[in-house]
């Protein structure tokens, strides 16, 4: 994969670490290296427009907020969504299990979590995110 001596890799101030990405890519591009190519063309431009400075940072949250959006499609959470909606278009769920309910209750659950941790505490993510890094290092 890479090389673990590359000169140009700061490795203790990384967002993720190599087990992270391997964990990540491998089922995603182990057959497919054109898309592979693409993603590394992809990170070399948000690269190369981070260090463009303040414009080209804007420009590259803007491009990974986008990326974010066009993802969603392919998560289990959208087929969930999806099937959860069909039911509810169905006329086949109790009012507390339609989507608005739950999603509007998990929301406001969250945002009354948020304000009552400390600023600390904030930003630390989904314990299932945690789950899959704190596998990824193993």
């Known amino acids: 994969m890479s090389e673990a001596n590359d000169q140009n890799c700061n490795c203790r101030n990384l967002l993720a670490d190599q087990k992270t990405w391997e964990v990540i890519l ?3 591009f182990c057959n497919d ?3 592979a190519d693409c993603l590394a063309h992809l990170l070399f431009i948000l690269r190369k427009a981070i260090a463009s400075g303040p414009e080209g940072c804007i420009r590259v949250m ?3 907020q986008d990326g974010i959006r066009m993802v ?3 998560t289990e959470e959208h087929k969930l969504a999806r099937e959860l909606y069909e039911i509810y278009l169905s006329g086949d769920l109790k009012p507390w299990d339609e989507p ?5 209750g998990a ?3 969250f945002k009354t979590k948020r304000k009552a941790k400390s600023p600390k505490d904030a930003g ?3 314990k299932r995110r945690k789950a899959g890094a704190t596998r990824a290092r193993r």
Request: aromatic share 8%.
């Open 72 to 74: 969603w499609p392919y």
């Open 33 to 35: 290296p054109g898309a």
């Open 62 to 64: 803007n491009t990974l």
């Open 100 to 104: 608005r309910e739950l999603l509007e």
């Open 107 to 109: 929301l406001e659950s």
């Open 124 to 126: 630390h993510g989904s």
């Open 26 to 28: 491998d089922p995603a």
